[in-house]
């Protein structure tokens, strides 16, 4: 695949490590331009710019925008090498372009605090008795973050919400349909199982925010066979030209 070329703007080894907060406030950043949009766009996001593109795709209204306003450019660029660099977002390119991706473990934070933010938003309905006229904005989401989403609901033991997830029902696929009779059924205190919608997520979402020092990995030859180790240097040497080569 052709690949176009990525200048880092400082070493993420020469900056300070991420703090959690910081580390949700960019991926929130960019979730509303997974796959879409690339570095430039992403730092532009998080400096609360005016510019053209960001305020035409309406992203001035993502929840991080210019969380990071005191800042220049180049150093919150140097924030976000270091999320690539250390495994939290990743370049995929479409064509020549490069596009920022979660990595599994970017989505493992970003699916919980998003699910969050939408329960957050229910408790905002209740609090000022608003009726959503339509669901249709939950449908087509990603199946692992809904799940998590409607087990908080299920946690959560508030009646308040059945007047919602009965107009969500009628809307969804079958599968998910069927998640929401379940809570529905919990919260209404009925005979429903009460059995977890998805396993306890903790000790992943705990895992995901460990920043381990790289350490040398043993591999094996897939044209000899013989293993041989590949050291720390290597890798960032790799992982560098990776980055800045066709």
């Known amino acids: ?51 053209k593109k960001v305020l035409e795709l309406g992203l001035d209204q993502n929840p991080s925008y210019g969380y990071f306003n005191a800042l220049k450019i180049d150093e919150i660029m140097a924030k976000i090498d270091w999320m690539i660099h250390h495994g939290f977002l990743e370049i995929q390119y479409s064509g020549r372009l490069p596009m920022i991706v979660f990595t599994e473990r970017g989505w ?28 249709e904005y939950l449908k087509d989401r990603n ?20 007047p919602f997830l009965k107009q969500w029902e009628k809307i969804d696929y079958k599968k998910v349909r069927q998640v929401i ?32 020092p790289e350490e040398p990995k043993e591999l094996k030859c897939r044209e000899c066979g013989e293993r041989f180790i590949f050291d720390v240097e290597e890798q960032k040497f790799f992982k560098k030209d990776n980055k800045s080569q066709c």
């Not at 809904?146 to 308040?160: A, D, M, P, S």
């Open 181 to 212: 009779r379940k809570v529905i059924q919990h919260l209404d205190k009925e005979k429903g199982p009460n059995s977890p919608v998805v396993s306890d997520l903790k000790p992943e979402l705990e895992k995901a925010f460990e920043v381990r």
């Open 1 to 51: 695949m052709s690949r176009a070329t990525i200048k880092i703007s400082i070493s993420p080894d020469n900056i300070p490590a991420l703090s959690p907060t910081e580390i949700r406030v960019i991926l929130r950043a960019a979730d509303d331009i997974i796959a879409s949009g690339g570095r430039t766009l992403l730092a532009k996001i998080l400096k609360g710019s005016k510019d």
């Open 143 to 162: 199946r692992g973050m809904i799940l998590l989403f409607l087990e908080k609901i299920k946690n959560t033991g508030n009646k308040q919400y059945i």
């Open 108 to 135: 493992t934070i970003e699916r919980e605090q998003y699910a969050d933010e939408l329960l957050q938003e229910w408790d905002r309905w209740v609090a000022n008795g608003v009726v959503p006229l339509s669901m």
